[in-house]
């Protein structure tokens, strides 16, 4: 998918995306262009001498209804896929954050309440069903641009203004998946070492950042030994 063409079908919101997006949404295929091959003689697999080092990985521990993750995601996460960051970063997010589970009763607790934690089981729902990055990329984008305008409860909007079926992630929510997912992000989270203190809580190559998450850019050029490196690391 095209990203200008994604957003533009969400109409002209006053934050509009100026700043992040002036290429299209590729599918992660121009990272590496990785040659291996297999030595007959030695049974050993050798890769070409221009292939670019694996991705690295870039975790954003977040919750759904921050301001802060709002305005991290919206500003400056979606950067990466203009910038050329996107072709060494596997990105993953995680909406779990200060969320927990009350031992009496199991239910899940969101720091901001039963709405967030709906939101955070969408786009948990979201990532798991909508595996091609650039699509649960945009969705999440899409919600969390809502968060910023406090019309989050105007998400299911931004299916139909992406044009992406909102069948399956409902289904997804709907089902004991969606639960399943969010406990899994509640365990990955919770052995978080050092323990998350703050949302957004950003990690690169299990390197947390700390209060300096805005300048994630800066630590993944650092951590990047390939190549062939992008325009945001020149």
């Known amino acids: 998918m095209n990203i200008k063409k994604l957003f533009s079908r969400m109409g002209s919101p006053s934050l509009v995306l100026t700043f992040v997006i002036a290429c299209p949404f590729l599918l992660f295929i121009c990272q590496s262009h990785s040659v291996a091959a297999y030595d007959l ?11 670019v080092s694996k991705k690295l990985n870039l975790s954003v521990y977040y919750e759904a209804l921050n301001p802060s993750c709002a305005t991290f995601i ?18 993953r997010l995680i909406p779990w954050g200060n969320a927990y589970v009350n031992k009496s009763s199991n239910a899940i607790v969101c720091q901001n309440g039963s709405d967030e934690c709906q ?14 990055v650039n699509k649960h990329f945009a969705l999440i984008y899409c919600f969390e641009f809502l968060v910023i305008e406090g019309r989050y409860k105007d998400w299911r909007t931004c299916f139909s203004s992406l044009g ?3 069948k399956p992630v409902l289904n997804c929510i709907n089902s004991v998946n969606g639960t399943k997912l969010e406990q899994k992000y509640a365990i ?6 050092p323990p998350h203190t703050f949302v957004p809580w950003v ?8 209060k300096d998450y805005n300048n994630f850019t800066a630590y993944a050029c650092k951590a990047y030994k390939g190549n062939s490196a992008p325009i945001a690391c020149q």
Not at 127 to 132: E, G, I, K, P, T
Not at 203 to 210: A, L
């Open 164 to 166: 992406l079926n909102q």
């Open 188 to 193: 990955e989270t919770a052995q978080l070492n």
């Open 119 to 132: 939101l955070n089981t969408l786009q948990a729902c979201t990532v798991n069903v909508l595996r091609d």
């Open 74 to 91: 919206v500003k400056n996460l979606a950067r990466i896929f203009d910038n050329g960051l996107n072709t060494i970063l596997n990105l």
């Open 41 to 51: 003689d030695y049974g050993k697999v050798y890769e070409d001498s221009k292939v």
């Open 203 to 210: 990690v690169v190559n299990n390197q947390p950042i700390g």
